[in-house]
């Protein structure tokens, strides 16, 4: 009988389950500005627990162990993730823009230009520093909401310095 195990890959922030190097199991731990960060490679049926418990794709689970973070050199398995990510922030500003008159629409374009430049190329953590600069109305609490959602919600599973 043929069994085919999947591994399931986790990120974990301060993690509180007992994860340990086994057979079947691998775990990478790094420390952030004071957190700690598991990486979980597992063909356990139990999710690891702790603070923040997320599922990484392959690609996201390739992109931490080629990060800084890791001790990778932040190469083209991270920046692949972080130019895929920066084309959601670009489609949710279009979509933000999609809405307005077109001089509205311009002036946001101009109020998120900083911020725009730093996505396209791919820079996210630049991005979102730029982001919260901005106190301009345009830029609405629901949409700073919702991008920072976003933003976050990939720091979570790609974890970096923001200080």
């Known amino acids: 009988m043929n069994h085919t195990h ?13 994860e340990t190097n086994s ?10 500005n004071g957190e700690q960060y598991s990486l979980i490679k ?3 049926h139990d999710d690891p627990t702790g603070e923040v418990v997320c599922v990484l794709s ?9 990060s800084i973070v890791f001790g990778g050199s932040n ?3 991270f920046r692949r993730e972080e130019i895929k990510f920066c084309e959601e922030v670009a489609t949710a500003f279009s979509q933000s823009q999609s809405s307005l ?4 629409g311009n002036a946001l374009f101009n109020e998120l230009a900083n911020t725009s430049h730093r996505i396209s190329r791919g820079q996210s953590s630049l991005a979102w520093f730029e982001f919260n600069l901005i106190s301009n109305p345009l830029v609405t609490q629901l949409m700073k909401d919702f991008i ?3 933003f976050l919600s990939h720091f979570d599973k790609i974890p970096r310095d923001l200080s």
Request: net charge neutral; aromatic share 6%; no cysteine.
């Open 42 to 44: 597992t063909d356990q």
């Open 75 to 77: 190469g083209s398995k």
């Open 148 to 150: 920072n959602g976003m």
């Open 6 to 18: 999947t591994k399931r890959l986790y990120i974990v922030k301060n993690i509180t389950s007992t």
């Open 101 to 104: 008159s077109v001089s509205d």
């Open 58 to 66: 392959n690609e996201e689970f390739a992109a931490n162990l080629d």
């Open 23 to 32: 057979v079947g199991l691998f775990r990478a731990n790094a420390n952030v």
